[in-house]
T-cell receptor, first 115, second 111 residues
Framework: GAVVSQHPSWVICKSGTSVKIECRSL??????MFWYRQFPKQSLMLMAT?????????EQGVEKDKFLINHASLTLSTLTVTSAHPEDSSFYIC???????????FGPGTRLTVL | KQEVTQIPAALSVPEGENLVLNCSFT??????LQWFRQDPGKGLTSLLL?????REQTSGRLNASLDKSSGRSTLYIAASQPGDSATYLC??????????FGEGTQLTVNP
């Protein structure tokens, strides 16, 4: 079946650095990609929605200049956390939608720890 | 704005017990409701999906019901096993394919 991969699965970085997280759809075309973050013992909160070739739509309270999303192809979307701070430490998960929008696949998540 | 609430936040039961997890949502204009399982530090595993026109779905020891008009869903787990220990999330799908998640129920099944 279709798989969505995320890379890296975990990353530790110093405060002030930037981190890029990749989300790849392996055998389907993800026309829409959703990015979520999950703080410990909390639920998944939607950060932004991106359609291939278009600018991402960010949820209220999510800084678009800090969380850069690129969805340049139907098989790859990236989330870059710029100038990361300890409060950005979280579990980031992508969710890809295929064509008819009834088929969705979640990535396995990326654990980001900012020191 | 859609809000999803799950009760209880945590549940600990002995092995073999039947149990019910609850999910409620504020806006009944949903396309479907889905139950997921999440193991610590891992992604989501889809368990059951109920379309808005359906009342329930079953898979093995799991049964999920949906009462759209009252904004409620339950996940019934029969004959629980230690391997069922995980966090269970419910999510409702609304317009634009948005998913709104509850905060989950952390289940522990003790041997």
């Amino acid at each position: 079946g279709a798989v969505v991969s995320q890379h890296p699965s975990w990353v530790i970085c110093k405060s002030g650095t930037s981190v890029k997280i990749e989300c790849r759809s392996l055998d389907f075309q993800a026309t829409t990609m959703f990015w979520y973050r999950q703080f410990p013992k909390q639920s998944l909160m939607l950060m932004a929605t991106s359609n291939e070739g278009s600018k991402a739509t960010y949820e209220q309270g999510v800084e678009k200049d800090k969380f850069l999303i690129n969805h340049a192809s139907l098989t790859l979307s990236t989330l870059t956390v710029t100038s990361a701070h300890p409060e950005d430490s979280s579990f980031y998960i992508c969710r890809g939608l295929a064509g008819g929008r009834d088929t969705q696949y979640f990535g396995p998540g990326t654990r980001l720890t900012v020191l | 704005k859609q809000e999803v609430t799950q009760i209880p936040a945590a549940l600990s039961v002995p092995e073999g017990e039947n149990l019910v997890l609850n999910c409620s949502f504020t806006d009944s204009a949903i396309y479907n409701l889905q139950w997921f399982r999440q193991d610590p530090g891992k992604g989501l595993t889809s368990l059951l999906l109920i379309q808005s026109s359906q009342r329930e779905q079953t898979s093995g020891r799991l049964n999920a019901s949906l009462d759209k008009s009252s904004g409620r869903s339950t996940l019934y787990i029969a004959a629980s096993q230690p391997g069922d220990s995980a966090t269970y999330l419910c999510a409702v799908k609304t317009s634009g394919s948005r998913l709104t998640f509850g905060e989950g129920t952390q289940l522990t099944v003790n041997p």
